[in-house]
């Protein structure tokens, strides 16, 4: 229904101001699922394609909903889902694990038109955590929701509830009781997804099981709008992946639109610049993906991978891995 209307409004809208037809027609979407020091060697030919054909599917549905005129917030969030709910991606099922054997998700989102933001962490039992940091930003008052609070929040808007057991994969079990005998690891997959829609409207959001082996409540960048995720209809919206807190530090997805609208830097050199200069410098890893108000999509990592895709109103669409 909200896609009907939107197109309904678009068709008029452009048939009033036809001069903006062009600027107003283009959309664009990226999504990311985690970025890491693995090579090619890391991962089966068969792992390698399972992801690739869920990150394929995710962008597909993304771009119906933007080219059927939906709003860049509700491709973020659909998409988002999609990569919550394979257990290939360290976001709702699959995530990984704490300290203590459990599993403690953190999601955000933020509308670039509206500055609204809503963010979720250290939930247990929210089959989609984008969902609920959605709804913390169009239902409540605040922001940040954290724990028993955000689920019963979660509960009261009548967001699917699952037994906490729903997240449990055997590959992120092991993945823990290898942390655990200090054997490297290089498996990520937290998933964000940024999108401009045909009104010229941007929208961000991020999701994750955090860190494998967390203590204490550990919250990660991911859930922390302006570091992990950011979105403004003047400059660009970002989603970050990495290690959360570096880019808590440098308030990486926040820098980059900053140095966007104050500086006057392209979307590219702005992310490479908090990424390849910043990030770097301060000993962080890990990467990020945007999209400015003119559709420009960027990648920026300094990890040797990260899975990432895109695809825009010009036809273009890729999936890729490694640098
Ligand atoms: N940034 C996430 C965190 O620190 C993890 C990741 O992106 O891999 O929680």
């Known amino acids: 229904m909200r896609i009907k209307i939107n197109s309904i409004i678009g068709f008029f809208l452009l048939l009033i101001f036809p001069s903006v037809n062009s600027f107003a027609q283009k959309w664009a979407l990226a999504i990311h699922s985690g970025a890491g020091n693995f090579t090619p060697k890391d991962l089966t030919p068969e792992l390698e394609k399972q992801i690739r054909k869920k990150m394929e599917e995710a962008l597909q549905k993304g771009k119906s909903i933007l080219t059927n005129g939906g709003s860049s917030l509700d491709a973020v969030e659909e998409v988002i889902k999609i990569l919550e709910d394979s257990p290939l991606f360290n976001a709702g099922k ?28 250290g939930v247990h039992d929210v089959k989609n955590p984008i969902c609920a940091a959605r709804a913390v930003m169009e239902k409540s008052e605040h922001v940040f929701l954290t724990g028993k609070g955000a689920s019963a929040f979660a509960k009261e808007q009548n967001l699917e509830i699952v037994d906490s057991s729903y997240f449990y994969t055997k590959d992120r079990w092991d993945q823990l009781q290898k942390t655990l005998e200090k054997i490297k690891e290089k498996k990520k997959g937290t998933v964000g997804c940024v999108a401009l829609d045909k009104f010229g409207n941007l929208a961000a959001g991020t999701s994750t099981g955090g860190m494998t082996n967390k203590k204490y409540g550990r919250i990660g ?26 880019f808590i ?9 900053a140095l966007i609208e104050y ?7 702005a992310a490479d610049f908090v990424i390849q200069d910043k990030l770097t410098k301060l000993g962080g890893t890990g990467g990020l993906i945007a999209v ?4 420009n999509i960027s990648f920026s990592f300094n990890t040797t991978g990260m899975f990432r895709g895109f695809f825009s109103s010009d036809g273009s669409t890729k999936v890729e891995f490694f640098k």
């Open 292 to 295: 400015d108000n003119k559709g």
């Open 94 to 121: 699959g995530a990984v694990f704490t300290h203590e054997g459990r599993n403690e998700l953190d999601a955000s989102v933020m509308d670039g038109k509206t500055l609204n933001a809503g963010a979720v962490a």
């Open 249 to 257: 530090r440098n308030v990486i997805a926040y820098d980059v639109s």
């Open 221 to 246: 960048d991911s859930p922390v709008i302006g570091a992990g995720t950011y979105a403004n209809n003047k400059t660009c919206a970002v989603s970050c992946t990495g290690h959360g807190e570096y």
């Open 263 to 269: 500086s006057g830097k392209t979307l590219q050199a």
